[in-house]
């Protein structure tokens, strides 16, 4: 069974900063890709940012340059650095990773319970 388990989410004020951690365990043979999703009340999920194994990234344009990715594959972890918070940034943060369970097998996504982050102005 895999599980994927955020932390990191917390009440802060705007224009400061918080690290959000994934970490993925159970039976896992290889993750290909990881990112983060974000969901406000009222929205639709959004991606935020996406990491492959080999470190390429991407953000969505409403992140760049405030926001950083980064995973330890040796640990099957990802990190997201989010700097200069805005209160449009106030959504619960969902860990995804795709991934396989054994040599040859199909990679399916999972999904983690997400962790809240909340920015007050």
């Known amino acids: 069974q895999v599980q994927l388990v955020e932390s990191g989410g917390d009440l802060v004020q705007a224009g400061g900063s918080l690290r959000l951690s994934c970490i993925a365990s159970?039976?896992?043979?290889?993750?290909?890709?990881m990112g983060w999703y974000r969901q406000a009340p009222g929205k639709q999920r959004e991606l935020v940012t996406t990491?492959?194994?080999?470190?390429?990234?991407d953000y969505a344009d409403s992140v760049k340059g405030r926001f950083t990715v980064s995973r330890d594959n040796a640990k099957n972890a990802m990190y997201l650095q989010m700097s200069s918070l805005k209160p449009e940034d106030t959504a619960v943060y969902y860990c995804?990773?795709?991934?396989?369970?054994?040599?040859?097998?199909?990679?399916?996504?999972?999904w983690g319970r997400g962790t809240q982050v909340t920015v007050s102005s």
């Open positions: 995804t990773a795709h991934l396989n369970t054994y040599l040859g097998g199909p990679y399916s996504r999972y």
């Open positions: 159970g039976s896992i043979f290889s993750i290909s890709s």
């Open positions: 990491i492959t194994s080999g470190g390429y990234t």
